[in-house]
């Protein structure tokens, strides 16, 4: 990372940002909207891990490394032979296991649940609504741009890497939330 005196440059003050290769798009370009998503579910994240403990901080210890390095990937152009890639297949196929050990341990869902439960798992569920967004915002941007096709499995597969950790975080689904519809509910 770069040295930086001071942490503000104005050099967006205009309403424009700079990718790492020095290009300049507007705050609002579907690039720069990709990689804000994935860094408020980052950010929600954080929070989420003043709760947590144990393996599931590791966990979403990691989670956060990878999303930098989602956030790095949509920063730039694929099209650009000298960016290397830095999400894998091999951090979607960790997100698919770790997802077949947390639900081998859960009750099988036979209603849909509410966001909510513990303080942990209504992060993780804000988090989880988030990392859909960044997916949307990613997605119209491959339409459009090149953008590293495993961002948009990883990012497919972290929103289901995170109910299932927030059921495991409701108490093995015990404390899961569930949805009464509104005819049951009057």
């Not at 579910?41 to 990691?62: E, H, K, T």
């Not at 869902?109 to 993780?124: D, E, K, R, S, Y």
């Amino acid at each position: 990372m770069p040295e930086q005196s001071n942490i503000y440059t104005r050099t967006g003050d205009h309403g424009e940002t700079a990718l790492g290769d020095g290009t300049r798009l507007p705050k609002d370009d579907p690039r720069i909207r990709a990689y804000g998503a994935v860094d408020e579910a980052n950010a929600a994240l954080g929070l989420a891990r003043l709760q947590a403990s144990g393996d599931m901080d590791a966990r979403l210890g990691v989670v956060q490394n990878d999303l930098f390095d989602v956030g790095a990937d949509l920063h730039k152009d694929i099209g650009d032979d000298n960016a290397p890639m830095r999400i894998s297949a091999a951090q979607v196929t960790r997100l698919e296991s770790e997802i077949d050990a947390m639900e081998a341990t859960l009750p099988p869902l036979t209603q849909f649940i509410l966001p909510g439960g513990t303080p942990l798992a209504a992060h993780m569920h804000m988090a989880r609504t988030l990392v859909r967004r960044a997916e949307r915002l990613t997605r119209k941007l491959a339409t459009d741009d090149h953008v590293n096709p495993e961002v948009m499995s990883y990012l497919n597969r972290l929103s289901d890497w995170l109910f299932v950790a927030a059921r495991t975080a409701n108490d093995g689904g015990k404390a899961d939330v569930l949805w009464t519809p509104g005819e049951k509910r009057q």
